[in-house]
């Protein structure tokens, strides 16, 4: 079973930058792909970021040049350096990933909130 820990998050000014970190634990040897989703209440789940089993990465387009995903394979880590934070980045971001056979993943949760 494959477990998502994620920390980092919490409250910032516009145009200031946050990391958060989501570390895998359990039994996988690979995966099709992991990243980061968003979502603001009431609303539903977005994705931001995403590394491919490949390596392709692929952003939002809200997020493009601004946000950095990367990954760390020795640590079992993904991160997500955000960069000129705006308001309208305040959501809870969840970080997940996708097995090979289908099987997804999510983190807990951590919100990030964005003051003007």
């Known amino acids: 079973q494959v477990q998502l820990v994620q920390s980092g998050g919490g409250l910032v000014q516009a145009g200031e930058s946050l990391t958060l970190a989501c570390v895998a634990t359990g039994r996988f040897d690979a995966f099709d792909s992991v990243g980061w989703y968003r979502q603001g209440a009431g609303s539903q789940r977005d994705l931001v970021a995403r590394i491919t089993g490949g390596g392709m990465v692929e952003y939002s387009d809200d997020v493009k040049g601004r946000f950095t995903i990367s990954e760390d394979d020795a640590k079992k880590t993904v991160y997500l350096q955000m960069n000129g934070l705006k308001p309208e980045d305040t959501d809870t971001y969840y970080c997940?990933?996708?097995?090979?056979?289908?099987?997804?993943?999510w983190g807990q949760g951590t919100q990030v909130t964005v003051s003007s």
């Open positions: 997940y990933l996708q097995g090979y056979s289908g099987a997804f993943y």
